[in-house]
């Protein structure tokens, strides 16, 4: 059984930084693209940052420069480094693995940012 495990979100202050950790069971990491989400009430989620199992990134244009995302395949971990953070960064965030064929998501874990 596969499961996506979120942590580090919480409360911030516009400018500060968060790293955000998703934690992976189920034997599916290595072989799995992960990638970081984020969703506010009502609206769609978005792509926030993607990483390849070989390390090829890509970002969100409105984050790109203030986020880099990172794995660690011998810890089954993805992280979301977060830096700069802006009141419009406020969202849930969401931990993404697509392997195998196969689609899964975490929990979520919510991040707000104050002005």
């Known amino acids: 059984q596969v499961q996506l495990v979120e942590s580090g979100g919480g409360l911030v202050q516009a400018g500060g930084s968060l790293r955000l950790s998703c934690a992976a069971s189920g034997n599916i990491f290595s072989t799995s693209y992960m990638s970081w989400f984020r969703q506010a009430p009502g609206k769609q989620r978005e792509l926030v940052a993607g990483?390849?199992?070989?390390?090829?990134?890509n970002y969100a244009n409105s984050v790109r420069g203030r986020f880099t995302i990172s794995r660690d395949n011998a810890k089954n971990t993805v992280y979301l480094q977060m830096n700069s953070l802006k009141a419009e960064d406020t969202y849930v965030y969401y931990c993404?693995?697509?392997?195998?064929?196969?689609?899964?998501w975490g929990q979520g874990t919510q991040v707000t940012v104050s002005s």
């Open positions: 993404h693995a697509f392997g195998r064929g196969n689609s899964y």
């Open positions: 990483i390849t199992t070989g390390g090829i990134t």
